[in-house]
């Protein structure tokens, strides 16, 4: 099929390209930006004017729940969503049930993503079997199966001499290990150490939490050589170490999700449950350091932190809530507010949901690695088009992700949030349209 999209604003942060012009797409690929050549017969033509062309977005953090949390989350209905949000790869964490853990299970993820034709797909492998934090996985085994780096999601590995080896390991096979900075001891409270926790009276999480993981994990980096990507950085203290390491020269890369961007600790409120995450939401003044280092790249990317979660595990006390918000169609809309805030040109904050997570994860993308992440004549058509003049409240009943609940409805915020997505196409293929009410 062969498709023309007319007078948009394309905009590729990879290359700096922003400009109104046509995109042809044909087989699957882009054919061209500009003018299109004279022969090309479109079967389809979509008119952009006033919309903005861009890379589909490429999303480092998000849990589709199946298999094993089907109650939760469906492949098909997380695909659906992320395909809403102008998200054509995700990459998806090992905590299933069960975890990815067996080559097998890995393939066959992929096999029902590539079916459904909705969003590529690119699992972590767990770190060690059943994510025990005792066992090496088959890191080579799963690496051909398709995973793009190794995690322990949100469980950490204690024993130190454990997490050696499996850097040890992974620095052999050439892979990366994907690890959220959380000491298993501190790190077991439901809201930020502060004033508002203890006059909540709820467990507090310090930020020592995160900063004692950083030391040892940059220590054990600086002995193995392998390279880490530490996930959902949190705090201003956090940022500090990251940016010494990177300027010592560690293969250490990072995310931040969209939640700890944009809330602090201040609005869990009286207790709302769609505000209990992990990590918790910190202070202001950790939420601008975030801000900042995303700015100037010392954070390499923005990631949805997707988790659904259904309304028996998160209408309950606050303590007791199952940590967790729906994320992946409000992705492009809190970078675009993200950018806004900090006074960046629209490429400059478009490539952190694009082309910067590519980077992150390198050349196991094989065939996709030159051309993810970005609009390159002759390059995969994995496009979004948005228009960045609609703003729009957030209902959760609005929401095509199976999990309702998010800390941004427009209920909680009284926010309403840029730019809507009304195309995404994956491999040339229409992933997504919107509704003409929302369009």
């Not at 949100?154 to 892979?175: C, E």
């Not at 560690?250 to 209990?276: C, E, K, Q, W």
């Not at 932190?305 to 809530?321: I, Q, R």
Request: charged letters at 20%; one cysteine or more; a negative charge.
């Amino acid at each position: 099929m062969k498709f023309l999209i007319q007078n948009g604003r394309v905009i590729d942060p990879a290359s700096g390209r922003d400009e109104v012009t046509d995109v042809a797409i044909a087989s699957g690929r882009i054919l061209s930006i500009g003018s299109a050549p004279p022969d090309f017969g479109a079967h389809r033509t979509i008119d952009a004017t006033g919309l903005v062309v861009m890379p589909g977005l490429v999303d480092l953090a998000a849990r589709l729940r199946e298999p094993g949390h089907e109650h939760e989350g469906m492949l098909e209905s997380e695909l659906n969503a992320a395909a809403a949000g102008g998200v054509t790869s995700l990459v998806c964490p090992p905590d299933t049930d069960p975890p990815l853990d067996e080559p097998g299970l890995v393939e066959m993820l992929k096999f029902r993503a590539r079916k459904l034709s909705l969003c590529r797909l690119f699992p972590l492998g767990a770190l060690t079997r059943g994510l025990g934090g005792q066992v090496l996985t088959e890191m080579a085994e799963l690496t051909e199966a398709g995973c793009v780096g190794f995690s322990q999601a949100d469980v950490p590995i204690v024993d130190t001499q454990i997490l050696m080896r499996a850097l040890q390991y992974a620095a052999t096979v050439g892979t990366t290990v994907w690890l959220r900075a959380n000491d298993p001891w501190l790190g077991k409270g439901v809201a930020a150490s502060g004033p508002l926790a203890t006059r909540l009276g709820l467990s507090g999480v310090p930020v020592a939490a995160e900063t004692l993981a950083l030391h040892t994990l940059f220590e054990l980096v600086r002995s193995t050589g392998a390279r880490v990507h530490v996930c959902r950085l949190s705090s201003a203290a956090g940022v500090a170490l990251l940016k010494a390491a990177k300027a010592e020269g560690l293969p250490i890369t990072a995310d931040v999700s969209i939640n700890s961007l944009h809330l602090t600790d201040v609005d869990i409120g009286y207790f709302n449950s769609d505000m209990r995450l992990s990590p918790p939401l910190r202070h202001g003044h950790d939420r601008d350091a975030l801000r900042a280092a995303l700015a100037d790249g010392t954070i390499d990317a923005l990631v949805s932190d997707h988790t659904p979660v259904d309304d028996d595990e998160k209408n309950l006390p606050f303590g007791e809530a199952e940590p967790g918000a729906s994320g992946l169609e409000l992705l492009l809309s809190l970078t675009l507010k993200w950018g806004q805030a900090h006074g960046l040109s629209m490429a400059q904050s478009l490539a952190r949901v694009t082309c910067d997570p590519v980077r992150v994860i390198g050349d196991t993308l094989g065939s996709l690695a030159s051309s993810a992440g970005r609009l390159l004549p002759g390059g995969v058509a994995d496009i979004c088009v948005f228009d960045p003049a609609i703003e729009w409240p957030v209902v959760p009943d609005q929401l095509l992700s199976q999990g309702k609940h998010t800390p941004f409805t427009f209920a909680s915020t009284g926010m309403a949030l840029p730019g809507r997505v009304r195309y995404t196409m994956v491999a040339g293929n229409w992933a997504y349209e919107a509704p003409a009410l929302l369009a």
